[in-house]
Structure formats: structure tokens, C-alpha cells
């Protein structure tokens, strides 16, 4: 498909293990992004990769969040010893040109019993 | 420390009439804003932008308005239409750095 592709679009774990959340970007977006919405929340920027550059990690919360693009392209966020306010919609996002014109996948709805 | 802020969570409006969401930013080097429109269980759609050297931008029915001196926002809805009803956010990025800075939304109901 032509737009950001996300999976899993839901995922439900135990407390203590870990999820990978895997993001496809539109084809030719330099940059990506991860967000996360928790319930009744705004979108909280989790991190940012832009081409080559280094990686802004700033909104990442704990040590227990981590990320990688690999090839410039698909992108994975893995969460390691989940805990239950982990529990979000994971948003990815890409964007190519214009500044802020992001284009979102749908997201994958994680739940941490 | 919230940089962006939407002091409204939701807002309710007949159908035809102006909606107005506002949107507040503290950090002075934000050039560019955005308004992105939520359906639930969908991602945020890009809706209209602008930058910091306008005042004001149209596109259809949504108008984007900028205050700088009072680092200010506004979207305007004219007419209102039921399918509006979503959540709007605010966002903005700085110096060309193209980290997006979002606000906490809000949500917009249109009542036929």
C-alpha cells in the first residue's frame, strides 16, 4: 500500500515481557517518527530518525524503550519489561518535504494486563 | 513541560455555524504550526498549516490563524459540518528541525 503501515494493529502482553512494534514508512520519507497516545492523552513524541543523522531520543521514557531504523527504512520500537502503564496506542509516522506534514499509520494498540 | 496547549478538551457546535479551536505555545522558536484532524482508531490526517512569516491561511472551509506576539493559534471552521466532528491537534517544529512538537487536543462535535 502506499501509506505507513503498522503491526500489530493490537497486541495485548503480560506485565514483565517484551513487544517489537514494527512501522513500514512511505517509500522515499527520509524521516520517521514515534509517537504514543495514552488514554484520554495528547501525542507524546517518543523518537525521531531523519535520513543518516543520529536519532532523537529525547522523548523516550525510560531505558526500557528503544528503537532502530534499519536501511533508512522500516522501523522497530521495542519496549522490554512491560509495565501496565505502558499501555498506549503507538502511533508511527513519515514524512518526506514539507515540514510537519506527517503522515501517520493507524497505529498498534498495546495493552499490559 | 508542556509546549503546546489546547486549554479546551472539547468543544461542541451546530452544524453550520463556526467552529474556533484555539492552540497556545510557549517556545519562542517554533516558525511552523500545523492542525491535524483525528478520527478514533485512525492516525492524525495533516489538515492546514503555517508558517510564522503569515498571518493567516485559507484552504477551503478551514482558516488557520497566528498571533506571534501572543504565540497564538487559531483553526476556523465555516461552515460546521457533522463529518468535522474529530479531534483536533495542534502542533509545531522549530528552526527546520523537523521534530513535531503536538498538543493534547481537542475534541469537536458537530450537532446536525
Known amino acids: 500500500g502506499a501509506g505507513v503501515s503498522q503491526s500489530p494493529s493490537n497486541k495485548v502482553t503480560e506485565k514483565g515481557k517484551d513487544v517489537e512494534l514494527r512501522c513500514d514508512p512511505i517509500?522515499?520519507?527520509?524521516?520517521l517518527y514515534w509517537y504514543r497516545q495514552s488514554l484520554g492523552q495528547g501525542l507524546e513524541f517518543l523518537i525521531y530518525?531523519?535520513?543518516?543523522?543520529?536519532?532523537?531520543k529525547s522523548g523516550l521514557p525510560s531505558d526500557r524503550f528503544s528503537a532502530e531504523r534499519t536501511g533508512g527504512s522500516v522501523s522497530t520500537l521495542t519496549i522490554q519489561r512491560t509495565q501496565q502503564e505502558d499501555s498506549a496506542v503507538y502511533l508511527c509516522a513519515s514524512s518526506f518535504q514539507s515540514p510537519g506534514e506527517l503522515f501517520f499509520g493507524e497505529g498498534s494498540r498495546l495493552t499490559v494486563l | 513541560d508542556q509546549q503546546v496547549k489546547q486549554n479546551s478538551p472539547s468543544l461542541s457546535v451546530q452544524e453550520g455555524r463556526i467552529s474556533i479551536l484555539n492552540c497556545d505555545y510557549t517556545n519562542s522558536m517554533f516558525d511552523y504550526f500545523l492542525w491535524y484532524k483525528k478520527y478514533p482508531a485512525e492516525g492524525p490526517t495533516f489538515l492546514i498549516s503555517?508558517?510564522?512569516?503569515?498571518d493567516k491561511n485559507e484552504d477551503g472551509r478551514f482558516t488557520v490563524f497566528l498571533n506571534k506576539s501572543a504565540k497564538h493559534l487559531s483553526l476556523h471552521i465555516v461552515p460546521s459540518q457533522p463529518g468535522d466532528s474529530a479531534v483536533y491537534f495542534c502542533a509545531a517544529i522549530s528552526g527546520g528541525y523537523q521534530k513535531v512538537t503536538f498538543g493534547t487536543g481537542t475534541k469537536l462535535q458537530v450537532i446536525p
Open positions: 530518525f531523519q535520513g543518516n543523522s543520529a536519532p532523537d
Open positions: 503555517i508558517s510564522s512569516i503569515k
Open positions: 517509500s522515499g520519507h527520509t524521516a
